[in-house]
């Protein structure tokens, strides 16, 4: 249960648009924004910031959310996981897929660009960071500079929405709940505080 009451969608008109947007790419609106709601100009910042980290071209979309869920399982935040693994059931990765982030290192549903970009996250996500000069050495192997500062910035704004959320204890959403009961429980996930 939330720890700071969300704004109801109904007092917040000029949103309208951010809500139509997050309609469209996730199929609903994350409760994330109805509490970053109580900070002026904070939902609409955060939307910018999360189009440019996540949605770039620079890497497919598909791997930023994959990337996302290693670094949010990393940091610990249920709520990002399951919202990631829904965003990349949408985006068309198998539930097999999904269910195997956990073993990437060893499962032979990634190929080794991905376990690059995946370790990564993993090292991003740990606190204090644990990312090192041999992450980028391998990346590199695959990436650009540009592709791999896209993956630091999927890896940065899920770094503070895991805060958020676990800080909050943000309440989970219907649809991502029931991807990550259905692909992610088999690994050891469960809502916790996000129930």
């Not at 695959?142 to 592709?147: G, T, V």
């Not at 890896?155 to 909050?168: E, Q, S, V």
Request: proline share 5%; hydrophobic share 45%.
């Amino acid at each position: 249960m939330s720890r700071i009451d969300p704004v109801p969608r109904e007092d917040l008109p000029d949103l309208a648009p951010v809500f139509g947007a997050y309609e469209q790419i996730m199929g609903f609106v994350p409760n994330t924004v109805f509490t970053m709601a109580r900070v002026p100009g904070l939902v609409e910042g955060y939307a910018g910031l999360a189009l440019a980290a996540a949605m770039n071209g620079l890497i497919p979309e598909s791997l930023a959310q994959m990337i996302a869920n290693v670094t949010s399982a990393a940091g610990g935040c249920r709520y990002c996981q399951a919202h990631t693994a829904a965003h990349a059931a949408k985006l068309g990765v198998e539930d097999d897929k999904l269910a195997a982030l956990w073993s990437f290192e060893t499962s032979g549903h990634f190929d080794d660009a991905e376990r690059a970009a995946l370790r990564f996250a993993l090292h991003a996500g740990q606190s204090p960071n644990a990312v090192t000069d041999e992450d980028f050495a391998e990346c590199r192997r695959f990436y650009s500079d540009e592709q791999i500062t896209a993956i630091v910035a999927v890896c940065a704004l899920f770094g503070f929405l895991n805060r958020w959320n676990d800080t909050i204890g943000t309440t989970l959403e219907e649809t991502p709940r029931a991807v990550a009961e259905q692909v992610l429980a088999s690994q050891g996930w469960t809502a916790g505080q996000h129930a």
